[in-house]
């Protein structure tokens, strides 16, 4: 198992290096000065030439990566073109919006596909299985934002139900921060949950079908026994990995339904430095989703080489 | 979006077990009996599939739509009547018209141009380059390979739209950086698929005797390597197709896509989004042509995904070629 953790951190290191040199090399493939372009009609000289040097453009290329590499290990991202706060300020008062929103999603994900995946795979073939089909296959091909934006249309507009968008804290007042995270929680869980069907529903069947299923089943014990304590339980690791996964996707995935419902999240914060043209904040906001998918995607194989023995020794 | 969707689950499958076969097999390889030719085998499973045959339809319709859409328009799409602005569906104006009393359907109908152009050329990109970087590393081996695979980790790091939007954001949103965005986005996909399928061809018994008599490393990879890799690849190109329609959708939906006046799908959203209050009509066409044409490129490539699976169509000739459902 030692030798399996340390393989597994080495590549994400490797991976996450790779990402950190993609990420600094972004603000140097801007065709032209970055730093004017961000300024555009507020040119102002002095400004130029400390945004320059603050983000260490004065410098040989390869000294900016590592002083960049550096200064990032230490959570200095470097500050905004536009609004001179510090990236990693900005990109923390933003993160409790993105990661409520998707753990949400993933539970209205697993709410949806948990019974779904499961009746599909135990009446295999029957008219459930085909309608928990149909739904995956609706739910993969729906461009989420719009079906936010039917949402919105019928329990904003029509209904008056939900406020239309925007966030409150959970804390500050949970009634409307409820409310407020219904809509983008399910146009985002919903998705989520179409996919997931589709691995518990396989990973039903698989266990359903393996060898010591059969033999608890010959043995003559009981239906309800083989299906909670033989297939569950092995259908339960690899539901456990691709929730996991879809979490790490799905950080990068709420972007667009963050701007559909105005929700403050990093994925909004990254589109508007994209308008702006404010390239430290984009920079930083990509690395964080890209190191949190690479931190999410260790875990999870770790935790699931734990509870598999085979993955560690294959 | 909810990002890498519609190709993360499945994009990995065709690479796990890539032996599949293909049309240009060598004799040595094929069972004895089977000269039936391959397409047209797989056409026939296809079009068993009720799904893959609804989705072919589906396609057939939107790309006779992209291609005849100047002759299918009712009004020019950009042609402004202020005074008819939010106009309801109607029969002069099938699906209304919207904040510029723009007719919804004649711009709907040229979208699905714009929107087939995008995915047809950014996934042109990621085949071409995926292919070959798939190929080369696959074939290869060594520190090639390496290197190779090291870099599609690192490119899968980054979730799909905001890979996509950080690209978009350095060369500029325009029609044609939205495509080579996508293109790049969806290149190490098919590197991977390639690669795994190169992989478990590279030391076959054929491939290897074939070698000793003397062919040359191109006459291996076009003549054996390539055809051994087709069905992985064909299935792949299909459902990156959907999901490059999504994605194109979802950039322009944000504005790092297509810009305005262009009819693309995902800016009508963006502008219906604006005016939800005055018009249903505007969200409700755009989205449902999106989804529409997505969904037929998925239930495409589930539908070639089985039809080119050896083990599937070993099973639906055992049934005499019957339905060709799932499982």
Known sequence: ?314 | MSDDRPDQPPSDEPAEEPRQPSAEQPELERPEGEHRPQWRQTLAILLSNRAAAVGLVVLIVMVLTAVFADQLIRFPINEDNIANRFAPPSADHWFGTDDLGRDVYSRVVMGARVSLQVAAISVTISLVAGTLLGLIAGYRGGWLDTVTMRAVDVAFAFPAVLLAIALVAVFGPSLRNTMIAIGIVFTPIFARVVRGSVLSVREDLYIRAIRSLGASDGRIILRHVLPNVAAPVIVQTSLSLAFAILLEAALSFVGAGVQRPTPAWGLMLADAQRFIAQGWWLSVFPGMAIFVTVMAFNLMGDGLRDALDPRQRTLIEARGAGGGEDE
Not at chain 1, 50 to 76: E, I, K
């Open chain 1, 1 to 314: 198992m030692a030798g399996y953790v340390a393989k597994r951190v080495a590549q994400s290191l490797l991976a996450l290096l790779g990402v950190s040199v993609v990420v600094f090399a972004l603000i140097h493939l801007v065709p032209g000065d970055p730093v004017r372009t961000a300024l555009g009609t507020r040119f102002d000289q002095e400004l130029y030439e400390v945004l320059r040097a603050r983000a260490g453009l004065d410098q040989p290329l390869v000294v900016q990566y590592f002083d960049w590499l550096f200064r990032a290990l230490q959570g200095d991202l470097g500050v905004s073109f536009r609004t001179g706060q510090p990236v990693t300020e900005a990109l923390m008062q933003r993160l409790p919006a993105t990661a409520l929103l998707a753990v949400s999603a993933v539970l209205v994900g697993l709410v949806i596909a948990l019974p779904a995946g499961i009746i599909s795979a135990v009446r295999q073939g029957k008219v459930s299985d085909y309608v928990a089909n149909a739904f995956s296959q609706i739910g993969v091909s729906i461009p989420d934002f719009w079906y936010g934006i039917l949402l919105i249309l019928l329990f904003a507009q029509t209904l008056r139900w939900l406020p239309p968008f925007g966030y409150t804290s959970l804390l500050e007042d949970p009634v409307d921060g409820l409310q407020r995270l219904i809509m983008p929680a399910l146009t985002t869980g919903v998705v989520t949950g179409a996919i997931l069907t589709r691995f518990v529903r396989s990973s039903v069947l698989e266990a359903m079908n393996s060898e010591h299923v059969r033999f608890a089943r010959a043995k003559g014990l009981p239906q309800r026994h083989v299906f909670r304590h033989h297939v569950l339980r092995n259908a339960w690791n690899p539901i456990v990995t691709i929730t996991g996964l879809q979490l790490g996707t799905l950080l990068g995935g709420i972007v667009v339904v963050e701007v559909v419902f105005a929700w403050p999240g990093i994925g909004r914060l990254a589109l508007t430095a994209v308008e702006r043209r404010d390239y430290p904040v984009l920079q930083g906001a990509v690395l964080l989703i890209a190191a949190a998918f690479l931190i999410i995607n260790l875990v999870v194989d770790l935790l699931y080489a734990k509870l598999d023995p085979r993955i560690r020794s294959s």
